[in-house]
């Protein structure tokens, strides 16, 4: 692993490039660097969870005890990452949620206006870093739709929307409800939206998710956003660094004004559902004390199912 150090419009990012070394000058990204602390945090506490990979770059990471699949979580990498980028942080949240299904996605390899065309992994065209920039995103939808299915999937039960290499968690039909998006930079970004503006699958009513986790994120076309009827109590939990040199701290707080403001307007809307949670010191990465927030914040959304207290239909 190559890590690298550039500055464009004025801003810092921390590249990791595997195998062979970008060129600095020309690629901005938002892959996950981790410093060695959490590094060997994340190692020494790494459960053998079963790990399925698909022909699309998806990895899923089954509970040790299948009997115990009762909640999922799909976890959206930044621009330039896969996938495999996070296996490690999610094998950290896994051994303190054994009920949780992680299911990761890997973006579609495309042009980035931001770097020249180049093409990389990414859920959307970024042409920009200004707010302006934001409101295009072109690809967004596209990525939704992506999305969306894999939460279909694990309402349905139906996990054979792609061919896995290994064998994936046997597919429990869950409430949407018992389904959290998470993601980190341009995947909390997608994340963000997608669980906010959507609706469930022939119907004009909103996910109605478990709940939203943004890491270092931002809300993309923050004009058009609008949110879904039934989706007003979502509970999200935005986690940033407060020295975040690619996705400024501030970006928290402005999501944070934007989705709160909409939700006043809604009847029933809970305006207070928007949590930010700051890191001191923490740039554009994740700490081990962030990834304990975010364990807490699950537990406290799906948290396990016990024999008593069944999930219902929906």
């Known amino acids: 692993i190559t890590i690298h150090k550039l500055r464009q419009k004025n801003l810092y990012a921390n590249i ?7 060129r600095p000058s020309l690629f901005f990204t938002t892959s996950l660097s981790l410093s060695s602390r959490v590094v060997r945090a994340l190692s020494s506490s790494t459960a053998l969870n079963a790990i399925s990979r698909s022909s699309d770059g998806t990895i899923t990471i089954s509970p040790q005890n299948e009997a115990k699949h009762s ?7 930044g621009l330039g990452d896969t996938a495999n980028g996070w296996v490690e942080p999610t094998q950290y949240l896994a051994n303190q949620l054994p009920h949780v299904k992680w299911i990761l996605p890997t973006a579609p390899t495309q042009p980035v206006t931001l770097n020249g065309g180049m093409p990389m992994p990414s859920w959307y065209d970024i042409v920009g870093l200004d707010s302006r920039s934001s409101e295009f995103c072109n690809g967004l939808d596209e990525s ?31 409430d949407y409800s ?3 998006l998470a993601g980190f930079s341009q995947g909390g970004a997608l994340a963000l939206y997608t669980g906010m503006t959507q609706s469930r699958k022939q119907s004009t009513v909103g996910l109605g998710l478990g709940g939203i986790t943004v890491m ?7 004009k058009a956003f609008a949110i879904a009827a039934g989706s007003e109590n979502t509970p999200i939990l935005h986690c940033h660094g407060e020295q975040d040199s690619v996705v400024p701290v501030q970006a928290a707080a402005l999501s944070k004004e934007r989705v709160s403001s909409l939700l006043k307007e809604i009847d029933g809307g809970n305006d207070d559902s928007y949590e930010v949670k ?18 807490v914040f699950l537990k406290r959304v799906i948290p396990p199912i016990t024999d ?3 999930q219902g239909d929906d």
Do not use: Q
Request: net charge negative.
């Open 216 to 222: 270092s994120g931002y809300l993309p076309r923050s």
């Open 308 to 310: 008593d207290n069944a």
């Open 16 to 22: 990791i490039t595997v195998e062979r070394p970008m």
């Open 278 to 295: 700051t890191y001191a010191g923490l740039d554009h990465s994740v700490a081990i004390e962030e990834l304990n927030d975010v364990a």
């Open 178 to 180: 018992r389904i959290v």
């Open 144 to 174: 939704m739709e992506r999305i969306l299915s894999l939460v279909e999937n694990e309402v349905s039960g139906d996990d054979t929307s792609s061919t896995a290499t290994a064998t994936a968690c046997v597919n429990h039909p869950l």
């Open 71 to 77: 909640a999922t979580v799909i976890l959206c990498h």
